[in-house]
């Protein structure tokens, strides 16, 4: 029996992760869903019939996950151009005020279910966040280009930004509450946001200057980009940091240096698809199926009150930013994913002391279901609908 739950849990991943693979090219095919949504229906399935060793049965998997997302993250920061917020300032401050308006709303909604004001204080954080790997795998996988694509690749790259230095000023605030420890709190807000930018900006001059150096090819150069990740994400675990604002900062000065990724890149390959596809897998496997009824009102009242800032925010600015409403409407639909990025943010302050980060994870469990499997169809179709896809259907 014993070697049975071993063989079981030995085969666990590799199973679920070529089921997940197979239904997603089969669905994709025919019924033309994103892969990553498929992907993460196979982590719920699999969280719901409880396999042996998909979460805390095997070692290493949360810095697997953290590596994949840095992934997506220095890609997402690899193509921010911050010349365009200067010669275009409304779509920073737009990117701004929409983040600000998110967070305000979500928190005053959260009011109506006798929340505490920490978990308000969390969900409105992590609330603000889009989620970069929904969005810009499923640009990738269309081959989306213009407009809305770049304004939606800025704002989420805007939101993830405000969403953990939000988070991490409430974590922050949380442990001044309940230590009364001022050094603590600062150490845990401040420290972590400026010594990851830091140490991502470092990184973002330094292997632009090797690279120039010795004048490496560029398949040559998106392994060399990929292992900085790695390193980065293995230093931000040991010095206790975030590794997904680290590998944002990092693509963001890459991209500065004049070095980022070009279109037979972008997704670091084979090795980057298959990253992909265990995050989709793992994030959706965290969701304990227990949960899930317990926050079907506050959930869908997320959803509507998140959605709606986000999209009321971008038709009002749409002119004024030099668009139109149509594509401010499409835009602020595409913004509709979150959960990977919030729930491995959630994960991260656990591991470093935040104890309400699991109830917090609880509470959100309906939200994070719907989102997972509807977020990535909702930023499809919008891309599809700007007409600016390689798929687009007349």
Partial sequence: MTDLSFLLQSMAWPLVLLLAWYLGERLHDAANLPRVTS??????????????GLT????????????????VLFELGSRIHLQWFRHNPWVLLLGLTESMVTLAAVYWATGFFGLTTDMRLIIAALS???????????????????????????????????????????????????SGDLVRAAFGSVHVL???????????????????????????ATQVFALAVVLLTAMAYGLKLSPLLAS?????????????????????????????????VYIAALLEWRDIHHGIWLGLALIAVRTASKVLCNVAAARLSGSTERKGLLTGLALT???????????????????????????????????????????QRALQAARETHVTRE
């Fill in 56 to 71: 805390e049965e095997v070692p290493g998997l949360p810095f697997l996950a953290n590596v994949a997302l840095s992934l």
């Fill in 128 to 178: 603000v966040s889009a989620s970069p790997a929904g969005i810009v795998r499923v640009g990738n996988e269309l081959r989306s280009a213009g407009q809305v694509t770049e304004r939606v690749l800025h704002l989420c790259a805007i939101n993830c930004l405000v969403a953990a230095l939000s988070l991490n000023l409430v974590v922050g605030y949380w442990h001044l509450s309940t």
């Fill in 248 to 280: 944002l900062t990092f693509g963001i000065v890459a991209r500065q240096r004049r070095v980022h990724l070009t279109n037979a890149q972008r997704g670091f390959g084979t090795a980057g698809d298959l990253m992909t596809l265990f995050l989709f």
């Fill in 194 to 220: 400026a010594t990851s930018v830091a140490v991502g900006g470092l990184l973002g001059v330094v292997v632009p200057a090797l690279l120039r150096s010795q004048r490496i090819e560029e398949r040559d």
């Fill in 39 to 52: 992907y993460s229906a196979v982590g719920l399935v699999a969280s719901l019939v409880n396999l042996p």
């Fill in 337 to 379: 994913p979150m959960s990977a990025y919030a729930i491995l943010l959630l994960e991260q302050s656990r591991l470093y002391g935040f104890e309400p980060a699991r109830e917090v994870l609880m509470t959100l469990a309906f939200l994070l279901l719907l989102q997972e499997l509807f977020g990535p169809l909702v930023t």
